[in-house]
DNA sequence: CATAATCTTGACACCGGTTACCGATTAAGA
DNA sequence: TCTTAATCGGTAACCGGTGTCAAGATTATG
């Protein structure tokens, strides 16, 4: 009788002549094992092409190996560079990754992933930004006993369940180098309300003006949605005001190429008449004209950092090097920033 | 003695005062059950929190409910759109969405992916161009067991396994559009080799252009690679041209962006100068200046209508609402076009 | 050489659901 | 009343792996 599917465990016991339970200490490499029948047993696996069926493994172990990932971020650039460190770190693991967007605003949010992480019961799940800025999500996977891994702009958990870039310092350092270039007048595109990495970076933007003793009068901060449009609307303004600001921070590449378009609707030169700073360092910010200047985010790696961090002490914590928890941006100079043309200081 | 974890199906059943069988009568819906019973299990369900274990159903019914999303799509808006659509379509089924990237151009490629398969046994796989066109990819699914659904832009396979747009058909409107306002000199941008898109658009380029018996030499083509540097690159080529074309369709919308830069660099005003459509309909096209007047490619509700095919006849056949097979896309009318400057016909 | 300690290995129950088979109960129809 | 059908339970086997525990083989020790 042909036998149809795949073989399983019993047929690769079968040929090599041993119990399952033997071919199953092969499987998960068990130390007390003799060399021979190992051998005998991988040939017979090899030339049968048997591979454990994951369902099982997970029935029988009392644990899938599903690992989420949950965002309600709507850059997709970011979205994707979050995915592809995670199945990087993932690789060679038995770990698969499942994605789960939420609607952000949604009345119903918390309990959508309630429901998601119930049904799913996934080993764990990997926190994006915005929602992982959230307390009652962390504390709802906590009750329902999910494992999970925060991604954030500053540290809001314990370094078990958090990986974070320290954008303050990273802005702070990027408005330092426009203030050394001889920026007085300097304008901020904030992020919007309830982003916390928006947070961080206004008080990064804040301490470096505060430190070089520049005031930073209202007019010359804008509010922004971290998208093209809201970066457009908010250089308006800032341009609007006179003396107009020679330099501008904005909080996100995209804001930034709005201002970039704004300013050339006016007939301004970039970076002769103004300077621009950006954030993320996305392909948008090496596809506008002039190429912007702006602090690289690391996201990719602290995606790989923070899968790490989930499955670590999954196998026997035989690879337990504690991963990195913080992560620091850097200014990456291109040529959206040069000293303003009218030194007036 | 305090029971630790989920409610299994037996906790139900004992508290029901019913078989587990009754309990999994109901689960699954049987139609031979009493409508008193089905309620009273049905509250205890409720009552208790229980869900089926996933994975104990998977092993059970010898399938498991894992739908992967095969792409190496470059454009990560692309990529997010069509997990949109999917993930639309596996709401409220017990589906769920594992992504795997393919390293295009990799000689691994082909074994990844049949390891990826054979290890996971996955339900199915949607594919996603560009590595939807490769047969082998199919022929490998078939091989393994594991149903598909391939995207692309034109049909290449039986409505079974595939969702396609018909690029070449709105591409030749589009370009009979530029040719009603006048336009006689138009350029192309065309997609890279390989893409079969890039060929089908090129196509209905062509189709148009001979219809109203327009010349197309070759210096009128430029080859891009979907890429925003490739787009501004063609067209510096393209508009080095004398006399220049008026026009020019590109391939995508990436392409457009960086063809209205290299037109503005060169002091060329859009549309008045040069008019330019693009294809695709990302963000981009709304956020460049002019906003861009480009073809809609319904992708999401391409992704959408695919992953219902997909698990079309998972349940009893009951919905098999047949999915459509074949997406129209539409001319969406911004501004970067306009009747010539020069009307010298 | 006897005995203990160690190494290998297999029998068996179990994870949490499923189906198959058969029997029991109840309700409806003849 | 008897037949028939619908509804549900009991038991058992199964999906394809895993843990426990003890037996048999091997080696070290007295």
Same mark, same amino acid.
């Given at each position: 009788m042909q036998k149809t599917g795949q073989p399983t465990i019993n047929d690769v016991a079968r040929i090599a002549g041993v119990s399952k339970k033997t071919v199953s200490r092969v499987i998960n490499r068990?130390?007390?094992?003799?060399d021979d029948t190992r051998k005998r047993v991988e040939d017979v696996i090899g030339e049968l092409g048997y591979i454990p069926n994951p369902q099982a493994r997970a029935l029988a172990l009392r644990r899938n190996f599903l690992i989420g990932l949950v965002h309600d971020n709507p850059n997709a650039q970011t979205v994707l560079n979050v995915q592809q460190g995670m199945l990087e770190a993932l690789q060679g693991t038995e770990f698969e990754m499942v994605v789960r967007p939420l609607d952000r605003g949604s009345a119903t949010m918390l309990d959508d992933l309630r429901h998601f992480l119930e049904r799913q019961r996934l080993f764990g799940v990997l926190l994006m930004p915005p929602v992982s800025e959230n307390d009652s999500v962390a504390k709802l996977c906590d009750s329902i006993g999910c494992r999970y891994v925060r991604m954030g702009s500053?540290?809001?958990?314990d370094s078990e369940h958090m990986v974070a870039s320290n954008d303050r310092e990273a802005v702070r350092t990027a408005t330092e180098y426009l203030i050394e270039q001889g920026h007085r007048r300097i304008g901020l595109v904030a992020g919007p309300h309830g982003f916390r990495s928006a947070r961080e970076r206004r008080l990064g933007f804040e301490d470096a003006l505060a430190a070089a003793g520049i005031a930073l009068p209202r007019s010359m901060i804008a509010d922004g949605n971290y998208t093209f449009e809201s970066g457009l609307v908010a250089a308006e303004r800032l341009l609007d005001v006179? &003396? #107009?600001?020679?330099a501008i921070f904005s909080s996100n590449d995209e804001m930034a190429a709005g201002i970039i378009h704004a300013a050339r609707q006016r007939?301004?030169?970039? &970076? #002769?008449?103004l300077s621009i700073i950006g954030f993320d360092d996305t392909p948008i910010a090496a596809h506008v004209w002039p190429p912007l200047t702006t602090v690289r985010w690391p996201i990719a790696s602290m995606a790989r950092s923070a899968a790490l961090k989930l499955i670590a002490?999954?196998?026997?914590?035989?690879?337990?090097?504690?991963?990195?928890s913080l992560f620091l941006s850097t200014l990456i100079r291109r040529a959206s920033v040069s000293p303003p043309a009218d030194a007036d200081t």
């Open positions: 068990s130390p007390l094992l003799n500053a540290v809001i958990d006179m &003396p #107009r600001p020679t007939g301004l030169d970039i &970076p #002769r008449d002490g999954a196998d026997d914590g035989s690879d337990l090097v504690e991963e990195p």
